[in-house]
């Protein structure tokens, strides 16, 4: 045990040290793949890089003098580079019944991840719960219940209004289906839904042709939302006064995110298949038709052949590389279309909730789909289909973050754990091309980013690849490319068991660059302001005509601040060698 303690001693990280304990960090030499940082552990002075290279000098060797240490200010340097780390509560948190299942093992996990030192922790608000009685009969008191034992355990928290069915994505381990009584409208009006080509309708929510259709005892699907969300602030004022709650994440669509329902496993999809357009229904199909007849090609019909959910893009005539549907005019007028209907759709709610947390300390945000599969062939037809209008010489995301800006609204994305090498190859995925690009596009556009995991994961490799792209230029004093904060899916009995924990742990550490969990935002720049209303900078149409492709900002190869080989098993033995001394 004494030869294992003396190993980890140093605390070396990638053979600098990064830890609390060494109080001193300087800049050296830079590379091209990252920035390289020398350490002293006095905290008296600083060496240069070039006391650093004389240090193996005879004794008589006179050092030069270093700078008085100010450690203060070194922390607020690191502080500057401090990721928030929240975690996402369990899907069924709140069971069907509207009753918060299991409160004291609730209490236990939170008092246990608070150990770690996450920040926080954030929840689905199904409107599918709280609104199920009926139109406006919505019932908040499991959720209050919630939001006390988070805020008695020290957490912040983040709220997603989630206005989609829980049930049906990859990952759901419950069933919340959307209020019974907008299920019964769709029973006698079936096209409130999306629809595919062969008339197949997907209840994971509301389709965006409904927005402003007064379909739901006379309110629209936008007035939907934006009573939902009144009430919501209405009920948990005091939760948003003290602070507690920190950020309102608004459901745009499947699976909360600003996109079409184009692959749904309850409709048969299989990963990595292309899946399928969403706009059949008779609104949307109504729409499509006027807006051609405007342009004098009455001719031109919504997609017939780009194929089934698990084809391939060579399959479909739509999506063929060389000479596809999608390139030529009719095909291009459409994918314009249907990605612009999903953007108003953005626009249009986000601006309602904008006007309903006016004026409180809190963030808005959205989710924007990680959809890495088929992003390295020409097509990109997995992207299109879900409507994000991406190609190699146009950018699908940079109206998607202009529009976010507007509202001042967050911009979350996914698959921030996963690596090119990880997939399968007849995927032809890109998630860290992509990753880099919708980021990129985000800070471009001056709005803060933040980002989520896809799919579990307690491995280094996969928390490596978090940390690479919290702050893709490493540890710096400007930190200008910085993420927001990272929210891990999901909380569960695997993430708080041994070595998971501790592994887990480390990886907070390492999103903190290093620090303490700071109960201070306004140290790392994340100070929570009243929002303000809205931006009308220009017309919406012009900003859907932002599409010129660039290059993404640069990335280094690999985090500066890694999660090592063994690491948490050293930290294992090392606490228990403790435990057992004492």
Known sequence: MTTVLR?????????????????????????????????????????????????????????????????????????????????????????????????????????????????????????????????????????????????????????????????????????????????????????IFYTNKIGNRNEECLSLSVDNLSLFSGRTAVEMYRDYMKSFRENMEDFISSGVIIDIEVGLGPAGELRYPSYTETQGWVFPGIGEFQCYDKYLRSDYEEEVRRIGHPEWKLPENAGQYN???????????????????????????????????????????????????????????????????????????????????????????KMMRRHHAILNFTCLEMRNTEQPAKAKSGPQELVQQVLSCGWREGIEVAGENALPRFDRDGYNQIILNARPSGINQDSKLRMFGFTYLRLSDRLLSEPNFTTFKTFVKRMHANQEYCSEPERYNHELLPLERSINDGSFEKLVEATESVDPLPWLEETDMSIRPFESVLSILKSTFFRNKS
Not at 13 to 31: D, F, H, M, T
Not at 166 to 182: S, T
Not at 312 to 318: L, R, S
Not at 375 to 397: F, I, P, Q, V, W
């Open 7 to 191: 190993m980890m001693s140093p605390n070396l990280i990638n053979g600098r040290n990064l830890y609390k304990g060494s109080q001193i960090l300087v800049k050296g030499e830079e590379s091209k793949s990252r920035s390289h940082w020398r350490f002293s552990t006095k905290e008296v002075s600083l060496r240069t890089p070039q006391a650093t290279a004389s240090s193996g000098a005879s004794s008589t060797t006179t050092e030069p003098k270093g700078r008085e240490f100010d450690k203060t200010t070194y922390e607020d340097n690191m502080l500057a580079n401090y990721v928030p780390v929240y975690v996402m509560l369990q899907l069924g948190v709140i069971t069907n019944d509207n009753v918060l299942e299991n409160a004291e093992k609730l209490t236990k996990q939170l008092k246990k991840l608070k150990q770690s030192q996450v920040d926080g922790v954030m929840v689905d608000v199904w409107w599918g719960i709280v609104e199920s009685n009926g139109p406006k009969q919505y019932q908040w008191s499991a959720y209050r219940n919630l939001f006390e034992i988070v805020q008695s355990c020290g957490l912040k928290l983040q709220a997603i209004m989630s206005f989609h069915r829980c049930g049906g994505n990859i990952g759901d381990d419950v069933n919340i289906p959307l209020p019974k009584w907008v299920l019964e409208i769709g029973e006698t009006n079936p096209d």
């Open 311 to 401: 084809d391939v893009p060579e399959q479909t005539g739509f999506f063929e590389y060389s000479n596809g549907t999608y390139l030529e005019e009719e095909g291009k007028f459409f994918l314009s279309w249907y990605s612009r209907k999903l953007l108003l759709h953005g626009e249009q709610i986000l601006d309602e909730a904008n006007k309903v947390f006016l004026g409180c300390k809190l963030k808005l945000a959205a989710k924007v789909s990680g959809i890495h599969w088929w992003y390295k062939t020409e097509s990109h037809a997995a992207e299109l289909t879900a409507g994000y209008y991406n190609l190699k010489n146009r950018d699908g995301y940079a109206a998607i973050a």
